[in-house]
């Protein structure tokens, strides 16, 4: 259904309607579109966790499942992921704000020859939300340059994301160029993307996985408070 204004059915604000069009504009991938109905959700007060889970996150998966059976192609997915970061851009500053005190560092990447940001976009804004500061690497990030910038860095955690079957060698790789460097003991290491597991986690030496943004940030603390 096109997006022609907020209905005006005695007066309510139709939060799940206007949910839904976020998620029908995401897989069409109108970025400009989900943008505005994210930001028309956060004024009507809505809040930002529903939109995520419920309007972008929802639909993200619907995506994924098409692809996987495929339904659709990887432009479509390229541009439903393209609109589903404008959308998260919208949420960031509101998800960021808080009043809990500077809790930690977080040095935050997707491993080399992996692409994929959208989970990690949403783990950095989840623990910049608790408190953290987070220094992002972006994607494709190589092992030497977590190990460059453990050394730039005073840090809590390193948080490494993969996606791929084929690049959570990656996850191994980097935490052994962290070792070999000697600064394994600086900060937690933790990893996490779909398909990483926690018997992995353990297996490559990681301190910690989690199978989502926000339980992440609640095991990074976890693993935090043992280390006092
Ligand atoms: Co790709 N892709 N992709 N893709 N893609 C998957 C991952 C895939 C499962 C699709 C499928 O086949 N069903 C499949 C991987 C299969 C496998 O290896 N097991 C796949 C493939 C095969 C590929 C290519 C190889 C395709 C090709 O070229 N033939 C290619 C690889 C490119 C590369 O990376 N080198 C490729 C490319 C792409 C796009 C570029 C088109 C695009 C990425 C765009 C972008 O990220 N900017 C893309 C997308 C969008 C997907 C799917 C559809 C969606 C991923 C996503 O954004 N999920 C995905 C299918 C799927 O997942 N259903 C798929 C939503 C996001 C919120 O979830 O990222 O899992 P997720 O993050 C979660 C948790 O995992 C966790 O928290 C997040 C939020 O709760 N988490 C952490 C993530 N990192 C964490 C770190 C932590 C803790 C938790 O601690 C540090």
Not at 29 to 39: C, D, H, M, S, T
Not at 58 to 72: V, Y
Not at 76 to 83: G, N, S
Not at 184 to 192: E, L, Q, Y
């Amino acid at each position: 259904m096109e997006w022609a204004g907020w209905p005006a059915v005695k007066g309510a604000f139709m939060e799940e309607e206007v949910l839904a069009q976020i998620a029908s504009s995401l897989i069409k991938g109108q970025a400009p579109r989900v943008q505005e109905l994210v930001q028309s959700c956060l004024d009507q007060g809505v809040a930002p966790e529903t939109i995520m889970d419920q309007g972008l996150v929802s639909a993200m998966s619907l995506i994924g499942r098409r692809f996987k059976k495929g339904e659709i192609y990887m432009p479509e997915v390229m541009i439903a992921a393209r609109a589903m970061n404008a959308g998260l851009a919208i949420l960031d500053p509101v998800l960021s704000q808080s009043d809990v005190e500077p809790r930690g560092r977080l040095l935050l990447g997707t491993v080399r020859a992996d692409l994929h940001d959208v989970g990690k976009n949403m783990v950095s804004m989840m623990f910049r939300g608790a408190g953290f500061e987070v220094i992002d690497l972006g994607v494709d990030v190589p092992e030497a340059r977590f190990v460059e910038a453990m050394t730039e860095h005073s840090l809590d955690v390193v948080g490494l994301s993969a996606l791929l079957t084929m690049t959570i060698p990656q996850l191994k790789s980097t935490i052994e160029a962290i070792v070999a460097a000697g600064l394994r003991d600086r900060a937690i290491v933790m990893v996490g993307g779909a398909p990483v597991t926690e018997a992995y986690a353990l297996e490559i030496g990681a301190d910690g996985w989690a199978p989502d943004a926000a339980s992440a940030v609640d095991r990074a603390l976890e693993l935090m408070a043992s280390r006092r």
